[in-house]
């Protein structure tokens, strides 16, 4: 038998859930097995750069180490896995006949917390552009613009810092679908030791709900529809910043900015959309516009 614990509310008023197929912070390979045990940041929005607690909770490393519980010892005293149900004892290595009350009350407690304080991390809205610009007036793909940086920047404010004193226009990009290279970054035409500063539009053809993800190397931060959607700064390979629902109230144009910085390696700037998890496919080019 397999219990997972539903959801916890940590400081912040961030929510994090446990699934069994969510991307989240750090993960390293778009076709990488799904690990056992998940954890997503479904409305991670704060613009600073998590505690080391919770890299250590969101660190692709410890969800795919072969103790899932061993990065989580105090907040998830009471997860059970398969490997621990089948040998009857859970991640602490009781016996599950004991803890099992106390378990479920742990995970009923989680739950009714998580209810009224996030409701279930109900999906980011949008706010499509008003008003909604003329499509004969845009042109593919987004505007950006390029800074050199130290190779001392090692996060996204040391490169929004350079940008402010001194960007230039690069040329456009064809869109957020840049794999991992040791070649120039985006367009800018330097391998490494660069800044950008992305804007422009993504278009939705339909209302709804939708699922997003980005792949970047190094440190990215983005909003679409005046809403931080993604995350993920310091220096780093090309990994997931992690997965968030967002609602869509209408077809239509809305903003996207983006801070992105390569120190050195390689790089990579991509993202990622589609009506659930397992649906997640590329952005075509085709979506954006500047």
């Not at 509310?9 to 446990?18: A, C, K, V, Y």
């Not at 960007?167 to 064809?174: D, E, F, N, T, V």
């Not at 967002?246 to 993202?271: D, H, I, N, W």
Request: hydrophobic share 40%; charged share 20%.
């Amino acid at each position: 038998m397999s219990v997972y614990l539903s959801g916890f509310i940590l400081g912040g008023g961030m929510t994090l859930g446990f699934s069994a197929n969510r991307r989240t912070l750090g993960d390293v390979s778009p076709d990488r097995p799904k690990p056992r045990l998940r954890v997503s940041m479904r409305a991670y929005r704060t613009a600073a750069r998590p505690p080391q607690g919770r890299n250590c909770l969101l660190s692709r490393r410890n969800r795919t180490n072969s103790d899932p519980g061993a990065c989580l010892p105090d907040l998830l005293p009471f997860i059970v896995t398969p490997e621990a149900a089948a040998d009857g004892h859970n991640t602490n290595n009781r016996p599950m006949g004991i803890d099992m009350t106390i378990r479920f009350r742990t995970a009923a407690l989680a739950l009714a917390l998580t209810v009224p304080a996030a409701g279930f991390a109900a999906p980011l809205a949008l706010t499509p552009a008003d008003p909604q610009p003329d499509p004969g007036a845009l042109t593919p793909g987004l505007a950006v613009s390029y800074a050199s940086i130290p190779s001392s920047v090692r996060d996204l404010a040391g490169a929004q810092d350079a940008l402010e004193r001194k960007a230039a226009p690069g040329a456009p990009l064809i869109g957020l679908s840049y794999d991992d290279t040791d070649t120039a970054t985006l367009t800018s035409g330097m391998a490494e030791k660069v800044a950008a500063d992305i804007s422009g539009y993504i278009h939705f053809d339909a209302a709804g709900t939708y699922t997003l993800d980005f792949l970047n190397n190094d440190g990215l931060a983005l909003s679409i529809g005046g809403e931080q959607v993604a995350l993920y700064d310091g220096v780093h390979a090309c990994g997931y910043a992690g997965e968030i629902d967002v609602e869509v109230p209408q077809a239509g144009y809305y903003s996207l900015e983006a801070t992105f910085f390569q120190r050195k390696g390689t790089s990579c700037l991509m993202m990622e959309w589609g009506p659930d998890s397992d649906g997640l496919a590329p952005v075509p080019d085709s979506a954006f516009f500047h």
